[in-house]
């Protein structure tokens, strides 16, 4: 198996794909979705140095779900499982 260990403020996530239907029981086909925001962290980076030579704590942790931005990232498939590598600046928000 295949790991990803991210560097500085670098995350990776597993992007978590919603199966949308209509409330008549229609299912969305993927061209007409709009691209998922929504992931769990997988793997942190160590945190980025700062000016004074110290790193920064990073706000997300493994297993946190949370919402990024929309363009953010890069999309990385392994194994034929999609992944998002992005900046911990790119997340909006934890889930609980």
């Known amino acids: ?9 670098k995350i990776v996530i597993k992007v978590i794909d ?9 299912f969305i086909p993927d061209s007409a979705k709009e691209k998922p925001q929504k992931g769990e ?15 920064e704590e990073m706000d ?7 919402l990024f931005a929309k363009y953010s990232g890069t999309d990385v498939k392994i194994d034929e499982v999609e992944y998002k590598i992005l900046s911990v600046k790119d997340v909006l928000a934890i889930i609980e």
């Open 18 to 26: 919603d199966v949308e239907k209509t409330s008549g029981g229609i």
């Open 60 to 66: 997300v942790k493994v297993t946190d779900k949370v």
């Open 41 to 55: 962290v997988i793997a942190v980076g160590p945190g980025k140095f700062t000016d004074n030579g110290t790193r």
């Open 1 to 9: 198996m295949t790991t990803i260990k991210p560097l500085a403020d």
